[in-house]
Every structure is written in structure tokens, then in C-alpha cells.
């Protein structure tokens, strides 16, 4: 089963602060999505960002990169190659 991603709205959300741990600084920008194919319903999500990709243009993408299933579900890699899908012209 192919898995795909909507993108309904193209605000990100970015969240700054200082680790408490490291003490460094860091920004993580989140972009919500609908996630159809892992399961018997779509599952609203928040996707994390690449330090690549500003932000996704409203519409359907097709995720290139595996998903596996770790110790806590399901694991996703942060770049998930995202490739627009086309959709097909009305007749």
C-alpha cells in the first residue's frame, strides 16, 4: 500500500528554545498533515521539517522514504522525500 501525505495549509510552526540539557539553542518547524495508507482511517499529524525544506505547498505527496515500525510504533525518519503527485486533468 502506497502511503501519502495531504498538506491542507502551508503555515509552519516554529517552536526556539534553549536544551536544558546541552544548553544549545534550537528551532523545530512542524507543518501539519494528513497522513492516509498506515492504517483503516487517515491520521492527522504533525510532520518535523528537514533543515532542507521551508515548508510544503498545499496538496498530496508521496512518501519515498520507509517507514518501520520500532519499540514505541511507528518510527518516521525526519526527511520523508516527499514527491509532489500529480493529479490527473478533468476530461
Avoid at 27 to 33: K, T
Avoid at 34 to 58: C, M
Wanted: net charge positive; aromatic share 6%; hydrophobic share 35%.
Amino acid at each position: 500500500m502506497t502511503i501519502t501525505i495531504q498538506i491542507e495549509n502551508e503555515n509552519v510552526r516554529v517552536k526556539k528554545g534553549v536544551s536544558g540539557r546541552t544548553g544549545k539553542p534550537y528551532e523545530i518547524r512542524e507543518q501539519a498533515a494528513i497522513v492516509h495508507g498506515v492504517g483503516r482511517f487517515p491520521l492527522e499529524t504533525s510532520l518535523t521539517l528537514p533543515d532542507t525544506v521551508d515548508g510544503y505547498k498545499a496538496g498530496h505527496y508521496e512518501v519515498t522514504t520507509p517507514l518501520t515500525v520500532g519499540r514505541f510504533g511507528l518510527d518516521v525518519s525526519r526527511d520523508l522525500g516527499l514527491v509532489p503527485i500529480k493529479q490527473k486533468a478533468a476530461a
